[in-house]
């Protein structure tokens, strides 16, 4: 299986902020690399596709960059909705792997 | 609106056999492969394998071959992911959600949830 790695695991931030959060895939995966929200008590929502294809109606502040094993997502100025978990994962191979999540808190 | 509603929460024992659904609405359900993605409890996501509803061919995750069956029914726009047996360890989370093969292979739409506790 291909293993995904986040970092950092959680972070703190205040409103306005920006924030990257990095996925490392441990081999290459091409840009078949999906970005996911999750909030407490919520269903997962798509943010990103295809490593930097922003979902229909996801807020333009969300965006994500990278090819090969390395991505990020940045959020360049944070809202107070959008702290969560923030989940990658890779659809290059079955089974496809999410990363263990990153978790935004309000610093 | 396109969506996905999965069925009610279900509290089972151990043994026990239990189907849950993942309907279809606002678009052409045969379309889309389906997925399955478990959360255990304070876990992250894992992808369980999909389904074509077309006609029902699946991929599982190994470990799960065989402990779950996806089917699908064409005529109600139905999902469902079915356990003949559960143990305590099928507590979780388990969430469907629409892939977009188009889109490099997104799950695009998620369903809300159905909650499966599994405890004697």
């Known amino acids: 299986d291909i293993q995904m790695t986040q970092s950092p695991s959680s972070l703190s931030a205040s409103v306005g902020d920006r924030v990257t959060i990095t996925c490392r895939s441990s081999?290459?995966?091409?840009?078949?690399l999906n970005w996911y929200q999750e909030k407490p008590g919520r269903a997962p929502r798509s943010l990103i596709y295809?490593?930097?294809h922003l979902q229909s109606g996801v807020p333009s502040r969300f965006s994500g960059s990278g090819a090969g094993t390395d991505f990020t997502l940045t959020i360049v100025s944070l809202e107070p909705e959008d702290f969560a978990v923030y989940y990658c994962?890779?659809?290059?191979?079955?089974?496809?792997?999410f990363g263990q999540g990153t978790k935004v808190e309000i610093q | 609106d396109v969506q996905l509603v999965q069925s009610g929460a279900e509290v089972k024992k151990p043994g026990e056999s239990l189907k849950i659904s993942c309907q279809g609405f606002?678009?052409?359900?045969?379309?889309?492969?389906i997925g399955w993605v478990r959360q255990m409890p304070g876990r992250g996501l894992e992808w369980m394998g999909i389904?074509?509803?077309?006609?029902?061919?699946?991929r599982y995750r190994p470990p799960l071959q065989g402990q779950v069956t996806f089917s699908a029914d064409k005529s109600t726009n139905t999902t469902y992911l079915q356990w003949r047996s559960l143990r305590a360890s099928d507590t979780a989370i388990y969430y469907c959600?629409?892939?977009?093969?188009?889109?490099?292979?997104?799950?695009?739409?998620w369903g809300q949830g159905t909650m499966v506790t599994v405890s004697s």
């Open positions: 959600a629409r892939r977009r093969h188009e889109l490099l292979d997104v799950f695009d739409i």
């Open positions: 606002g678009y052409k359900f045969a379309t889309y492969w």
């Open positions: 389904i074509s509803p077309a006609d029902s061919d699946s």
């Open positions: 081999q290459n995966i091409n840009s078949y």
């Open positions: 295809a490593a930097s």
């Open positions: 994962q890779q659809s290059y191979n079955t089974p496809w792997t």
